[in-house]
């Protein structure tokens, strides 16, 4: 059974950084397609980020340049979300998602 756990999230001024993890059991991350999710109060759940086990990277529109996915190689069942200049808009509940299993999500939070 594949579990995700995320951790990290807290509340941020804007213009600062967070790093998100995510820990896995179950499954070895370097052979799938990981992903970030997020979801705002009133809004539907949106993908920020998106990483291949080729190396490929994919990130939404909002976030390219401030956040970066990554996988913990020597682990292979970690990967992380770092997220710089933070905005108010990034707020939201964030998710890891790889093999059509959620994380219980972690709050970030970014003040004006």
């Known amino acids: 059974q594949v579990q995700l756990v995320e951790s990290g999230g807290g509340l941020v001024q804007a213009g600062g950084s967070l790093r998100l993890s995510c820990a896995a059991s179950g499954i070895i991350f370097s052979s799938r397609t990981l992903a970030w999710y997020r979801q705002a109060p009133g809004k539907q759940r949106e993908r920020v980020a998106l990483?291949?086990?080729?190396?490929?990277?994919?990130y939404a529109e909002s976030v390219k340049g401030r956040f970066t996915i990554s996988r913990d190689n020597a682990k292979q069942n970690t990967m992380y979300l770092q997220m710089n200049s933070l905005k108010p808009e990034d707020t939201a509940v964030y998710y890891c998602?790889?093999?059509?299993?959620w994380g219980q999500g972690t709050q970030v939070t970014v003040s004006s």
């Open positions: 990483s291949t086990p080729g190396g490929v990277t994919n």
């Open positions: 998602y790889a093999m059509s299993t």
